[in-house]
T-cell receptor, first 111, second 111 residues
């Protein structure tokens, strides 16, 4: 069983729509849950991270964690064409920098 | 804003040749990492480096790979005898306390 699973998409939405992304994981030891954004042929860029269960909001982005279901989500409100990218969930394993990544979901926001 | 920089952005090499990928981490960071992303696949952890030695490595990081911090600013990944399957994006990352910051990557093409 893969440790972190993520639907690769692509997910196509019209501008202004809400984008809903999710990951499942199998390792109950994960404590922190991170979302990175990756533009084509660029490095991952951290969007936000949460600790344990609950919600966290940052501007148009909201991250949710449900540890009981081992399920995390990222919502993007009022999506813009500039949000078109691949979104990666990631969990630190033994240290903050040793990350277990999901496959990434490609998002396309059409004007 | 401080950033992780990587050179070159693209490297083409012949199979069997040695390559050195270079990274300048963020200046006050203490932990350094290399990741690899084969086209269409997940970002995968290769190695972590702290206090001038490898702290952890994945099973991908075999004897053909080595890392070095030759001075106070650079962090390098050497691949001794490249194989076709080494073609990938290689990302350097660094952190101090919490989240890791990634460079823009070096695209390595082995022909």
């Amino acid at each position: 069983q893969k440790e972190v699973e993520q639907d690769p998409g692509p997910l196509s939405v019209p501008e202004g729509a809400i984008v809903s992304l999710n990951c499942t994981y199998s390792n109950s030891a994960f404590q922190y849950f991170m979302w990175y954004r990756q533009y084509s042929r660029k490095g991952p860029e951290l969007l936000m991270y949460t600790y344990s269960s609950g919600n966290k909001e940052d501007g148009r982005f909201t991250a949710q964690v449900d540890k009981s279901s081992k399920y995390i989500s990222l919502f993007i409100r009022d999506s813009q064409p500039s949000d078109s990218a691949t979104y990666l969930c990631a969990m630190p394993t033994d240290s903050w920098g040793k990350l277990q990544f999901g496959a990434g979901t490609q998002v396309v926001v059409t004007p | 804003e401080p950033e992780v920089t990587q050179t070159p952005s693209h490297q083409v090499t012949q199979m069997g040749q040695e390559v050195i990928l270079r990274c300048v981490p963020i200046s006050n960071h203490l932990y350094f990492y290399w990741y690899r992303q084969i086209l269409g696949q997940k970002v995968e952890f290769l190695v972590s480096f702290y206090n001038n030695e490898i702290s952890e490595k994945s099973e991908i990081f075999d004897d053909q790979f080595s890392v070095e911090r030759p001075d106070g600013s650079n962090f390098t990944l050497k691949i001794r005898s490249t194989k076709l399957e080494d073609s990938a994006m290689y990302f350097c990352a660094s952190n101090r306390d919490t989240e890791a910051f990634f460079g823009q990557g070096t695209r390595l093409t082995v022909v």
